[in-house]
Each structure stands twice: as structure tokens, then as C-alpha cells.
């Protein structure tokens, strides 16, 4: 799906002048997790495609490239973030797998990614606006995964106590090229390997951008653009963990726990018999 050697030119372009204040949001909403997690962490990775946004917020930490083999030794780390390079993988399920067996046993795994939200207005006027000029359509943004789907799949890596979860930004642009130009910057821009290698055509463009500010401009003219950062969080099996109890197991009524009368369920209605047949 990918074309992982325009993937790295794209992101050495970025690097020229780059704008990864979306990188260095979700850095900073990852430092926050772990501060909140009663653990110190002494043994801790990064699959980043971006080293600069993690100088710093973890001390000792190992650096890694999002390659699709991932330099990890197994049982090497207590603490492996993957940081918004999922959403480029052509195997998702692999990173996964790969960062699990890298974890010492109760080792925690946070990745982050972006989800299927983003860019859904981008996506929008430019698959309307390529109909429109040329009637036909070429894939233009990275299909990203949904919080349903990727939930299962930390299960599926062997993941204990998986938990998937999110949130959505707005960021407001004056116009399309703006938008465009930040996209460069993070070097979050097509690089898949079904694309169109031929540049956008002006017409496409121009038509996307009347098309943006009909569709979804503000009051003010600014263009809404939405960004779902996806977060899956997981441990890597131990026999410390806390396990949950079999049904009908339990010690002590929810009712007094909760201070509070137990009400049996109310008994079936009467169904009449049913008359037999002719």
C-alpha cells in the first residue's frame, strides 16, 4: 500500500521546514498517560518517524525507525511508543506482534496514530473535485484505521488489558494552499504506492478549494480541517497482572456494596398456548 522509499523523501523534505506540532500534541498527550500510569519506566523505546519530537521527554530512551521490520530486541523494554507511523503501515497487525514481543513481561506498549476521521473534508472535496474536472478518481489520502477495528487488533497481537480510545481536533487554515503546505511539512503527504506520480492538476486543485470553502467554511472564511488522534494501549502478559474473576464467583452483593435493596426481576408475562393446527 505503501511506497516506503517516497514516504522517506517526503519526510526528508519536511525536515527542511517542518510543522510538527501535531507530532508534538500527541508527544505531549503520551507524557501525560504515563504520569498518570504507577510505574517508572527505566528501559523505554520510540518507533518514530521523527526523533527531534521525543528529545528529552524520555530519558534513556531508545530510538527507532518505523521500518517494517523494527530494530527491537525481544524483552528489551519495559516501554515501547509507537508514534503516529502506524497509520503508514502496510502491516499494522506486525508492528504490533513485533512491539509485544520486545516488552518485558508486564511491560506497557502506548501507540498512536491518526484515525479515519482525519482529513475527512479534504478527502471530500478532493475525490468531488477530481470527479468533476478529470471524471474519474485516484486515491489521495492514506485510508486510516477505526477505533473498532484497531481495538481488536492489539487482542489479536497478544495484548493483555487492551484498551482503544480517542480524540478529535479542529485546526483552522485560511485556505487550501495553507493546508497543503503544512501537510508537506509533516510529511504527511500521498505516498502510496497506487497513486497518481503526475502532479495535481491546477484545475483539481482550484476546484477542491472552491469546493472546501462552499462545503465547510466558517463564518469567518477559515477552513476546518479534522484531525482523530487514535490511541491503543496495551501490556505485555504477565502472571502479576490482575486477572478478572469467573461468573458467579463473587463474594459479596452489589446491592450492599452500593448500600441499596435488591430488586429481583420481574417474572415473565403469561404467554397463552398457541391453538393447533387444522
Known sequence: M??????????????RDPALFLQADAADEVQERLAEVNRTF???????AFPQVW????PGAVIIPDTEVLDLK?????????ALALHWADD????????QRALQPDGLFMGVMFGGQSLHELRSVLAQAEADVTGGLSPRVVPMGEIRDLGALLQRAGFA????????RTVLYRDLLHLVRDLRAMGEVNALAGRHKAPLRRAVLARAAALYSEV?????????????????????????????????SAAHRLADALGTAETGLEPAPFAAPRLPRD
Open 2 to 15: 505503501t511506497d516506503r522509499a517516497a514516504l522517506a523523501r517526503f519526510r526528508a523534505r519536511a525536515l
Open 42 to 48: 527505566t528501559a523505554p523505546a520510540v518507533i518514530t
Open 55 to 58: 528529545e528529552g521527554r524520555l
Open 74 to 82: 525481544p524483552g528489551a523494554h519495559d516501554l515501547v511508543i509507537h
Open 92 to 99: 499494522p497487525l506486525g508492528q504490533l506482534i513485533q512491539s
Open 161 to 168: 488489558l487492551p484498551v482503544a480510545d480517542g480524540f478529535t
Open 216 to 248: 465547510f467554511a466558517d463564518a469567518e472564511g477559515r477552513l476546518p480541517v479534522t484531525v482523530e488522534t487514535l490511541f491503543l494501549t496495551g501490556w505485555a502478559p504477565s502472571e502479576t497482572q490482575q486477572k478478572p474473576l469467573r461468573p458467579g
